[in-house]
């Protein structure tokens, strides 16, 4: 019988579990990817991160193909289709990587149980994150919900072990499922094409996360410990739709940060690099421990929030026109490259979770539609530390000024002038808060408030007396 591999969001031949343990039974393979299209399992993607499936589907079945193997595309629910395959095709065994996400692995372990029950053996593998969550808890036997003490315990134990070598061949069954013409899912937008920006800046696929990581760890870890703050320079590893897409491993990322290490690489900075990694790994952990995350407040007094529902707000800021500079670009990057510095990410949510006072699950569900690194788990865990409803998040107290992280983060205003060029003549003195600059050196710099760019959405300090207001009636009535 032949071994059936299941690529899901795990889009590499290096250091797949899965599809290693598949070729070392010596039998016949079968290599399939199922596109599920099910938004209430949230398998689904928004469009951006369909735009670069379409791109790392094709970059994985470039590879299979030069390994003499072929990947079949198809569609629909795997609960019905993988045990279908097993009896037309005759496998003996399935192989897949678990995905980390507590809905996902229940349906898989259902899937798991009817393989099993007619005579075909299922393999789920470990090769979303390094951590094992179930494996690492704190004295009491509880899930730790402090970041610094659930790294530390983390590192204690981590010996990731060596990252498993690219297969040189793929020997097939001789019968394979026909499968879908890559092309035929559509998966990237025609007309328009509001993907342009994306394809100058991205290589999805598993080449491309190499060399992303590479380019990284040559030009910029070294100075990663302050570069990482800032937007207007290329100083992280924008790593991270490769990860979320599997085309990397945190396994591969982990040892070749440690082989830069043992030659000499700053210490201060791959430790702060691979605790981001650990970010990651955290936000894992919380999902599967906590698997409400994406829908209620960890901190349960947040249910006695008063968010507003201000739809008018919400609508500039997912337009990217809420007249806050800062605000501002970091959606326009968004919506231009499908991806946001995390600076400005942290600066863009806490503006529409605290300043304007919208649901952090609106800000979480706009994220989700428009990023190429959409994912479930660090995105929710993400969002809700920035609402200060999370595990270990930010006081709720302490709200950012958009202007002041300008100043600081973007100080000589290169970041705004890209992506918001309506203000790009305005002097650096006023970049970041142009309702603040007099008349005369508007006009000058042809910037007119209310009709090429539009006044604040909200008073800034009147904004933030408001949410300061708002979490007292919280703590008072929770
Ligand atoms: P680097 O600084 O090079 O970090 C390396 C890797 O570490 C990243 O690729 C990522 O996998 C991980 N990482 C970095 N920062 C974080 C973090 N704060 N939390 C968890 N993991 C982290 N990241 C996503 O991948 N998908 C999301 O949907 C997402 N949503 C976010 C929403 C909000 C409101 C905020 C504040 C952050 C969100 N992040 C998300 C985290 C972070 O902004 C991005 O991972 C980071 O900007 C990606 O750029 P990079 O790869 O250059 O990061």
Redesign the pocket.
Known sequence: GAALVWFRRDLRLADNPALHAAIETGRPLILVFIDQRDRALGTAPGEAADWWLHGSLASLARDITAAGGRLSLLRGDPAELIPGLAREHGIAEVFWNRSGEPGIDVRDRTIAATLQGSGTKPHAFAGTTLINPDALLTGSGTPYKVFGAFWRAALRDLAPRPSLPVPQRLPMAATLPAGAALEDWRLRPANPDWAQGFHDRWQPGEAGAAQRLER?LDDALDD?ADG?DRPDKPG?????????FGEISPRQ?WHSVQARLAAGTGFQAAER?LA??G??E??YYLLHHFDDLRTANFNRNFDHFSWRSDADGLAAWQAGQTGIPMVDAGVRQLWATG????RV??V??SFLVKHLRCDWRD??AW??HT?I????A??A???Q??AGSGADAAPYFRIFNPVRQGERFDPEGRYVQQWVPELARLPLRWIHQPWKAPAITRQTAGLKLGAGYPFPVCDLAAGRDAALAAYKDMKTVS
Do not use: Q
């Open positions: 990284f990663y990482r992280t590893s924008m790593l991270s739709p490769h990860l979320g990322v690099f981001e990694i970010w990651r955290f936000a991806w946001m510095h995390n990410r942290m863009c949510a800000g979480m994220f989700e990023l690194d959409a994912d479930r660090v995105n865990a993400s969002w530390w920035v």
